[in-house]
């Protein structure tokens, strides 16, 4: 007896989102035996959901969510030592994974394009104690992303960011950080940070052309900038893509990270996923091909 959660964010998809759940549920009913509805009330829900499904042996979780929902799927699994296959109908604004997994950005073709034979491995990245599934974010830019509100969300998709960032790029300044990367100490002065699992950051698919979600490492990269004018020169050369180092931009793969601000006294917090984190100091780490996945392809 094949048996399935689906766990559905009501919040997301706008006026669509009980037809999607419809739709969710008559494909899934054609492919498991049992198919148990649940819907998030409050941020967390999902991840207890997820954690319970594993521990009552359900073969497969999916969740119907933006990034955050998403990212609340994946950490209710995690930490379980048995792990349902993961799969999800992406609802959101940026929708990453979707991206990196070749999954259709519209619901109803995510749906109908679901298939059991879909599947492959999925690394994870842990953040202290939480866990992540496409890029943390540290600096000026990202804290101007922690301040989007969800109505500029809702009318500027992914650009609301961009727009956001762009905007604090007037206010850019550039902080002294200590990094301990695989074993290694360096010092760096930047006004943003990315750690990334996959290709897609905020919806730009070219950012990191090559992560891939099974490679079992993060990759790093940070702007160069300890003036408005470096910042300028550096945001181009990051968003036609980062392969290796250069004179704007910094990059290296890795397994394990700390990251921590060379002035104590300072604070700066993170962007998880597109949602508020952990303010630094940081421990970050990959978890190689933790989940299997349902995908696109």
């Known amino acids: ?18 037809e999607y759940e419809a739709l969710a549920k008559e494909k899934l009913v054609s492919l498991f ?45 995690a930490e379980q030592a048995d792990r349902p296959t993961f799969g999800f109908f992406p609802l959101g604004t940026v929708n990453d994974l979707a991206r990196a997994l070749a999954i259709p950005l519209d619901p109803q073709e995510a749906i109908e394009n679901f298939s059991l034979e879909k599947q492959k491995p999925l690394d994870i990245g842990k953040i202290n104690n939480d866990y992540f599934m496409n890029v943390v974010a540290v600096g000026t830019i ?9 109505e500029d969300k809702t009318k500027l998709g992914k650009f609301a960011y961009f727009v956001s960032g762009m905007k604090e790029l ?8 200590r990094l301990e990367i695989d074993g290694e100490v360096e010092e760096i002065k930047s006004s943003t940070i990315l750690v990334g699992l996959t290709n897609s950051i905020g919806g730009f698919e070219q950012i ?4 891939r979600v ?3 490492v993060l990759h790093l990269v940070y702007l160069k900038d300890r003036s408005l004018l470096d910042t300028l020169k550096a945001v181009p050369d990051l968003l036609k893509g ?8 910094g990059y290296r793969s890795f397994k394990q990270l700390n990251l ?34 349902y995908s696109g392809t």
Do not use: C, W
């Open 1 to 18: 007896m094949k048996k399935v959660m689906l766990i559905v964010n009501p919040s997301s998809g706008g006026e669509k989102a009980k």
């Open 33 to 77: 035996d049992t198919v148990d509805v649940k819907h998030t009330k409050k941020g967390g829900d999902a991840k207890q959901f997820a954690k319970e499904a594993a521990q009552n042996k359900y073969d497969s979780v999916i969740v119907m969510g933006g990034d955050g929902t998403v990212n609340e799927g994946v950490s209710g699994l």
């Open 142 to 150: 990202p804290e101007a992303i922690n301040n989007v509100d969800s």
């Open 170 to 177: 007037l206010n850019t300044e550039s902080h002294h950080f």
């Open 208 to 211: 990191l052309p090559d992560a």
């Open 214 to 216: 099974d490679d079992g």
């Open 242 to 249: 980062v392969q290796d180092s250069n004179e704007n931009i």
């Open 260 to 293: 921590s601000l060379v002035d104590d006294t300072e604070t700066l917090t993170t962007n998880i996923d597109g949602d508020e984190g952990d303010a630094l100091p940081l421990a970050i780490t990959i978890l190689p091909s933790h989940l299997t996945v």
